[in-house]
């Protein structure tokens, strides 16, 4: 049995290939001679990797001028943190 060791940098962007391609996982892996059951388990590598990217990111925040020089972060949740800001 001949058995590739494949890493994500090489698979990754086939799988971004296959997901902007616009055609099925079956003709996708025809056309690029890759087992179904490969494209499966990267295919689902790079969701989990890209679920982690999102999780850890930050969102950015807007800055204006008020009356009061404090700063405000409101969160989803209502959780509100006031931070003074001594100019």
Not at 24 to 50: M, P, S, T
Not at 69 to 74: A, F, S, V
Request: with cysteine; hydrophobic share 35%; proline share 6%.
């Amino acid at each position: 049995m001949n058995r590739k060791r494949r890493t994500s940098k090489q698979m990754f962007p086939l799988i971004e290939n296959y997901l902007s391609s616009g055609i099925n996982q079956v003709e996708f892996c025809q056309a690029n001679g890759i087992a179904l059951h490969v494209l499966g388990y990267w295919l689902k590598q790079y969701r989990e990797q890209d679920k982690e990217k999102k999780q850890a990111s930050f969102a950015p925040i807007e800055l204006s001028e008020s009356e009061t020089p404090n700063l405000q972060i409101r969160f989803p949740n209502g959780l509100e943190i006031k931070i003074p800001m001594n100019c």
